[in-house]
């Protein structure tokens, strides 16, 4: 069984690789820019898709390593890995491109495995010691896009539906407000009010940029609107607001997490089983402490029937926020097969 592989990351926003092994993990990563639409938005979705299959396989340590496991963030069939859609790269397209068999075209002497992003990240968060007393993880991705994936770590089964689906949370029905008043905001895919239209990367600019219209004021005084007027860029503002507890990151914050702990009540109302929910994602691991406890806030306030209320620590012990590295897992993935 080969030990050794070339790891391939393709997120939204940059595509990253290294190379990995069994016993010394990931290492030296490099990173560029992943084609998108929102890069080129004179491209059609096919040139897009050519373009990403041709830079892939164009990546040097490609030709070094025949086994090359990829982590994609798409919405994909897990029996076959046909990619359905990924709104963050090809928008509102949704018809299904088979990305392993133009892998296979272009270089037939790869071995190519390619999985879900939130899965390759789940199979790395299983083996590290966040999860070694527990037998069934959801992990949640926070970021340019936003999944779930679940695992028992006892059968080794990632249940999928007819499709090949699971978690596809991101484009989930949503609601939010912002000091009261509903807010309703496109999601990349082009529909209305999904959980990604709020609480993505870019979901929360949108919604920094509509506090921002309605409450001109309240923006124009506050740690998070000067540190953006000096010139910081909206993360790190954010981030530095939301430190030296600023009232608008803070309501800002509680508008994009709520629509997010809609989805994790109705998880673990429905599914008691889950010994831990690990939220991950450039997102949520940037923000840390203030997401989870954003999250707990609102499953406090508006949580479990009678749970929330007698045993909430039940809950909170249950979700932490934490890194998950995709490289990591499409190396396992690429080496022992993903766990289906």
């Known amino acids: 069984m080969t030990q050794t592989a070339t790891v391939i990351d393709i997120g939204g926003t940059h595509m990253r690789w290294a190379k990995w092994s069994a016993d010394k993990g990931v290492g030296t990563r490099k990173s560029i820019t992943t084609p998108s639409f929102h890069q080129h938005p004179d491209m059609s979705v096919q040139q897009l898709q050519q373009r990403l299959v041709k830079t892939i396989t164009e990546i040097p340590a490609c030709d070094q390593d025949k086994t090359v496991g990829i982590s994609f963030g798409a919405a994909m069939n897990h029996r076959n890995a046909t990619v359905y859609a990924s709104a963050p790269l090809w928008g509102a397209h949704n018809v299904p491109f088979d990305l392993q068999s133009e892998l296979i075209r272009l270089r037939p002497d790869v071995k190519w495995h390619v999985v879900n992003d939130v899965t390759a990240a789940l199979l790395h968060v299983i083996t590290t010691p966040l999860c070694a007393q527990d037998r069934k993880v959801m992990l949640v991705t926070i970021s340019t896009g936003i999944a779930a994936r679940t695992i ?73 609107g000067r540190t953006i007027e000096e010139g910081n860029n909206f993360e790190q503002a954010f981030i530095k607001a939301l430190h030296t507890n600023d009232p608008v990151a803070k309501a800002l914050l509680r508008a994009v997490t709520l629509p997010v702990a809609d989805v994790l009540r109705t998880a673990l109302c429905l599914d008691p089983d889950l010994d831990k929910i690990v939220i991950t994602g450039g997102v949520a691991v940037s923000l840390g402490e203030h997401y989870r406890s954003a999250i707990l806030e609102h499953l406090r306030t508006a949580g479990l029937y009678l749970t929330s209320h007698l045993d909430f620590d039940w809950i909170a012990t249950r979700i932490v926020v934490a890194p998950a590295d995709c490289l990591a897992g499409a190396g396992v993935a690429a080496t022992f097969g993903a766990w289906q």
């Open 152 to 224: 028992d770590r006892t059968t080794r089964h990632i249940p999928f539906d007819s499709c090949g689906l699971q978690g596809e949370i991101g484009h989930l029905p949503a609601t939010t407000n912002l000091d009261g008043e509903a807010v309703h905001l496109l999601c990349d895919c082009g529909e209305l009010n999904h959980l990604s239209s709020f609480s993505s990367g870019r979901g929360i600019a949108r919604m920094a940029d509509l506090f921002k219209v309605r409450q001109p004021q309240q923006w124009a005084d506050s740690m998070l």
